[in-house]
């Protein structure tokens, strides 16, 4: 096993409306120096603690290892600092490299132009160093990921630990039109508290993944289990044995917890992907499937939670849409008192036909689309009952 490394400065980054809930991850996961920002979070650890976030984390998008910060004024500027940095620690001139660049900045408005720029000047480096040989660009999995992130004229420049989005668990084989992102299904799980005792319904289910993620969690099962491959795994430093051993430990825990998780469809289509889904994430033994409707579908157990991604809009008749969202709301009131219902959808006019009082309202993106997850209480009786009951 190589030395350790001493201690530095990662940022774990996610999706808008998660950052609280990856930093509990964090936190319970051994981070220290823990900070919060604007779809990031930030911690400190060796690079054991960022294997092991790579592999556990299930808000994070990506695990960047900062190693350079500067001020440019321009391109050339920019290109300048990039030259500076000393790229030979971390690639060799017959390795492969790709750049990503997120840019908010009147100088810097094309992140495509930034990414060339940088990708010049560290090609140009080696050029210089290594008697005109230089790395080469391999946009799918090459031997180091930079990542340059520019606020204004404030230049991050970051490797990438986790080559492709940790998003991309690897169980999904089958999808619907519009699948959703594992790792805000996962959020959408984690923010309802959902209890692993207790019973989950989606009961929209589409290729299963809100189901997946809850069912991984009560297994013990982290995200990256099934992952082929980390970025850190090609990187000049990277201690495979160490990795081994944290990779070990973590998946010695992973039980065979009977959780209550159920998954539904009105598509039978849908529920056949799922199904082929669930045997790929080992899961297909913990998650109940069945083709019914919303509409017709009888609570599993006296209590639970529902987390329910109805359609939005886009590809329905709005007359229908509205109907549906009502239809929703009726049904919830009076077939599944005892549950906590937690909707997520972007199309507010619908939301407000449910014709319930929300008790809680998380603002959230599924991809390009601002959404309102909202929490709606499904008590036996009036709720004012519920408090004269608990006196």
Not at 103 to 116: D, K, L, W
Not at 246 to 260: G, M, Q, V
Request: proline letters at 3%.
């Amino acid at each position: 096993m190589k030395n350790e490394e001493k201690d530095f400065r990662m940022v774990a980054t996610t999706m808008f409306g998660l950052e609280e809930i990856l930093t509990a991850e964090l936190l319970k996961l051994g981070a220290r120096d823990i900070e919060k920002f604007n779809r990031a979070v930030s911690f400190t650890g060796d690079s054991g603690f960022m294997y092991k976030a790579n592999f556990c984390l299930r808000t994070a998008l990506r695990v960047l290892k900062p190693i350079a910060n500067f001020q440019a004024d321009d391109s050339t500027h920019l290109y300048k600092q990039i030259k500076k940095i000393e790229w030979e620690k971390y690639l060799s001139e017959n390795g492969t490299l790709a750049v990503d660049a997120a840019v908010n900045s009147e100088t810097f408005t094309h992140s495509q132009f930034v990414s060339q720029r940088v990708k010049d000047a560290v090609c140009d480096r080696f050029r210089e160093i290594a008697n005109d040989v230089r790395p080469s660009v391999d946009l799918d999995f090459p031997d180091v990921r930079i990542n340059i992130h520019i606020v204004k004229n404030t230049c991050t420049v970051s490797l990438d630990s986790s080559g492709y989005s940790l998003h991309k668990r690897g169980y999904r084989d089958s999808t619907g039109i519009a699948p959703m992102n594992e790792v805000l299904a996962a959020g959408l799980v984690l923010l309802s508290g959902w209890d692993k005792s207790k019973t989950l319904v989606d009961p929209m289910c589409g290729s299963g993944t809100i189901a997946f993620e809850a069912a991984m969690m009560a297994a013990n099962i982290p995200p990256g289990y099934y992952r082929e491959k980390f970025g850190f795994e090609k990187w000049k430093d990277f201690d495979a044995e160490l990795f081994e051993i944290i990779r070990e430990k973590i998946i010695d825990k992973i039980t065979d917890y009977p959780a209550s998780v159920f998954a539904s469809d009105l598509s039978a289509n849908n529920i056949k992907k799922a199904k082929q889904n669930s045997k790929f994430a080992k899961v297909d033994d913990m998650v109940k499937f069945s083709v019914t409707d919303f509409l017709t579908l009888e609570k599993p157990a006296p209590s639970g939670v529902i987390i329910m991604n109805p359609p939005y809009g886009e590809r329905m008749d709005k007359d229908d849409l509205v109907a549906l969202y009502k239809q929703i709301g009726d049904r919830l009131k009076k077939h599944w008192t005892g549950y906590e219902a937690w909707i997520i959808s972007s199309n507010i006019d619908a939301i407000n036909k449910i014709g319930l009082r929300h008790s809680r309202r998380i603002s959230l993106f599924n991809g390009k689309l601002e959404c309102k997850f909202l929490k709606y209480e499904m008590y036996e009786g009036a709720k004012k009952d519920k408090y004269i009951n608990q006196e």
